[in-house]
């Protein structure tokens, strides 16, 4: 008895090894990190780079419309990875989906920096293998992410 479980318990265990070994060498947070270094570079090329690293599983995003959003980034934003959740399974829609919990401080014309807590999730291409990001935010379940944000980072009227 206990040999047959110890056999299942390797089986898992190699199971959720085998699927964790799926994942690309670059983890998302890296990709995160890349992306907002490429926005504060602006340019051209560096910009369709950035734009490279979005996903399209919910359709492209119109290149015009990025780029008016990247205009509104403040260079000297700072982003600080909090907390990189990878998935154990896929959601519900098939995917592999991870979460990159960040804290952005942005300039402020009051001094202090404006701080502010998001997350970021990112979806595995299986194709390419890599992260892409989730520009147009089709993978965060509001409800569930807002009961689980600290409170600092809600708004409480």
């Given at each position: 008895?206990?040999a047959?479980?110890?056999?299942?318990?390797?089986?898992?265990?190699?199971?959720?090894?085998?699927?964790?070994?799926?994942f690309?060498?670059?983890?998302?947070?890296?990709?995160?990190?890349?992306?907002?270094?490429?926005?504060?570079?602006?340019g051209?090329?560096?910009?369709?780079?950035?734009?490279q690293?979005?996903?399209?599983?919910?359709?492209p995003?119109?290149?015009?419309?990025?780029?008016?959003?990247?205009?509104?980034?403040?260079?000297?934003?700072?982003?600080?990875?909090?907390?990189t959740?990878?998935p154990?399974?896929?959601?519900?829609?098939?995917?592999f989906?991870?979460?990159?919990?960040?804290?952005?401080q942005?300039?402020?014309l009051?001094?202090?920096?404006?701080?502010?807590?998001?997350?970021?999730?990112?979806?595995?291409?299986?194709?390419?293998?890599?992260?892409?990001?989730?520009?147009?935010a089709e993978?965060i379940?509001?409800?569930?992410?807002?009961?689980?944000a600290?409170?600092?980072?809600?708004?409480?009227?």
């Amino acid at each position: 008895m206990a040999a047959s479980l110890a056999l299942v318990l390797a089986v898992a265990a190699c199971t959720k090894k085998e699927e964790k070994s799926k994942f690309p060498e670059t983890p998302p947070d890296q990709v995160v990190l890349k992306f907002f270094s490429l926005l504060a570079q602006g340019g051209k090329l560096t910009l369709r780079e950035a734009h490279q690293l979005l996903t399209d599983k919910f359709g492209p995003v119109d290149p015009d419309s990025f780029r008016k959003w990247v205009q509104e980034f403040e260079k000297d934003t700072q982003i600080r990875i909090l907390e990189t959740k990878l998935p154990e399974k896929k959601s519900k829609n098939g995917y592999f989906i991870a979460k990159v919990m960040m804290e952005i401080q942005t300039p402020s014309l009051f001094g202090q920096p404006f701080v502010n807590h998001s997350q970021m999730n990112l979806i595995l291409d299986e194709k390419t293998n890599e992260w892409k990001i989730d520009f147009l935010a089709e993978t965060i379940e509001y409800e569930e992410d807002f009961k689980a944000a600290p409170a600092e980072a809600r708004v409480v009227e």
